[in-house]
């Protein structure tokens, strides 16, 4: 069981001045404890449904993943996962002093050439979980003191998830659940985890076709990605936190800098910031890290001066909730060991 104060930081997360958090008492949108879950719609067996004839992301690949076929994410008819352990690496709001209950699932519906976490949405990594299993590893993270359970790139896998987590909840899960996706997302597929998903950690990568196209191969990426915004949005709402700030409800957008983009960024921070005003956290991340096979801009870092030219457009954008990162955050030291541990 984690003991407060025994965590390892996380990742260098600091707030900004744009930052409203560790002000004292309850700000806007936040509240004391944690309500507790909403109802979930009543268990059916939709898993064959879905697998049969998969559009469970914006890809509609109409493959029969119960017969053995395989889609662009790479994935058949049984979840894969390659991690679930403590994860302290998240924003302070989830991992707080004891860490994420993080589960890492294979292959992927983007496939970025620059992914952090190749090995296993690009490369193919990670083991069978049974039905009986997935539940299980849910309540042993619980178990562990973890301040959530922490979805990473389900997509693949909504249906199975969807049954895990009913199955849990049936046995004592009690945890906020965080849904951590790459934002390219159906909207009609998201609807499977309503009432059983608290938090969303969206990425918001990109804004130009062009570039959405040559990285993740999705030029549609941008309009994707905020339709799948709204629909999380309208399931969770505005952030609640916990009396010691750790989040209960809500949603943390993500967006990661990129080498040579800053135009691209600024278009992002705009839209999110017009649409959603602070009604949800932004997270400006500086973590980029060059892979094996990336060229042009891609194959360096990001420069502060970059990232500071983004993170002072937020500010004179107005953006009053959210985080920023040190440029230490960009280290493949920060690349979980995708090694099976907890599964």
Same mark, same amino acid.
């Given at each position: 069981m984690c003991r407060k104060g025994t965590g390892r930081s996380s990742r260098t997360w600091r707030c900004a001045t744009f930052v409203m958090l560790g002000s004292g008492g309850t700000g806007p949108g936040q509240k004391d404890g944690y309500d507790g879950m909403i109802q979930a719609p009543d268990r059916s067996k939709e898993s064959e449904k879905w697998l049969s004839d998969c559009q469970l992301c914006p890809r509609a690949c109409?493959? *029969?993943?119960?017969?053995?076929? /395989?889609?662009?994410? %790479?994935?058949?008819?049984r979840v894969r996962c390659a991690r679930a352990a403590l994860h302290l690496w998240e924003e302070p709001v989830l991992s707080g002093t004891c860490g994420s209950g993080a589960v890492f699932f294979s292959g992927c519906g983007l496939k970025c050439v620059f992914c952090q976490n190749a090995q296993i949405s690009l490369e193919g990594a990670g083991w069978e979980v049974s039905p009986e299993r997935l539940p299980e590893i849910f309540l042993e993270l619980q178990e562990r003191g973890a301040h959530n359970i922490d979805l990473i790139t389900g997509a693949s896998f909504l249906p199975q998830?969807?049954?895990?987590? +009913?199955?849990?909840?049936?046995?004592? +899960?009690?945890?906020?659940?965080?849904? &951590? !996706?790459?934002?390219?997302?159906? @909207?009609?597929?998201? /609807?499977?985890?309503?009432?059983?998903?608290?938090? #969303? +950690?969206? *990425?918001?990568? #990109?804004? $130009?076709?062009?570039?959405?196209?040559?990285? $993740?191969?999705? @030029? *549609?990426?941008?309009?994707?990605?905020?339709?799948?915004?709204?629909?999380?949005?309208?399931?969770?709402?505005?952030?609640?936190? $916990?009396?010691?700030?750790?989040l209960q409800? %809500?949603?943390?957008v993500r967006h990661l800098v990129l080498p040579g983009q800053t135009k691209d960024s600024k278009k992002v921070l705009r839209s999110l910031y017009e649409t959603y005003g602070d009604r949800i956290y932004? !997270?400006?991340? &500086?973590?980029? =890290?060059?892979?094996?096979?990336?060229? %042009?801009?891609?194959?360096?870092?990001? =420069?502060?001066?970059?990232? *500071?030219?983004?993170? =002072?457009?937020?500010?004179?954008?107005?953006? !009053?909730?959210g985080f920023v990162q040190e440029e230490t955050s960009a280290d493949e030291a920060f690349i979980p060991a995708f090694d099976g541990t907890g599964l």
């Open positions: 109409h493959v *029969d993943r119960m017969r053995g076929e /395989r889609g662009f994410c %790479g994935e058949g008819a998830i969807r049954e895990a987590l +009913l199955a849990a909840r049936d046995r004592g +899960l009690t945890l906020p659940v965080a849904y &951590n !996706s790459g934002g390219y997302e159906s @909207p009609e597929a998201l /609807r499977l985890l309503e009432g059983l998903v608290q938090i #969303y +950690l969206p *990425d918001v990568k #990109y804004f $130009s076709p062009e570039l959405s196209a040559g990285c $993740s191969h999705a @030029p *549609d990426y941008f309009e994707r990605a905020m339709a799948a915004l709204e629909e999380m949005f309208r399931q969770v709402g505005e952030p609640v936190l $916990s009396k010691e700030g750790i409800r %809500g949603m943390v932004i !997270s400006i991340l &500086n973590q980029y =890290t060059p892979m094996p096979g990336v060229t %042009g801009d891609l194959a360096r870092r990001v =420069t502060q001066d970059e990232y *500071d030219r983004v993170v =002072t457009f937020a500010r004179r954008l107005g953006i !009053s909730r």
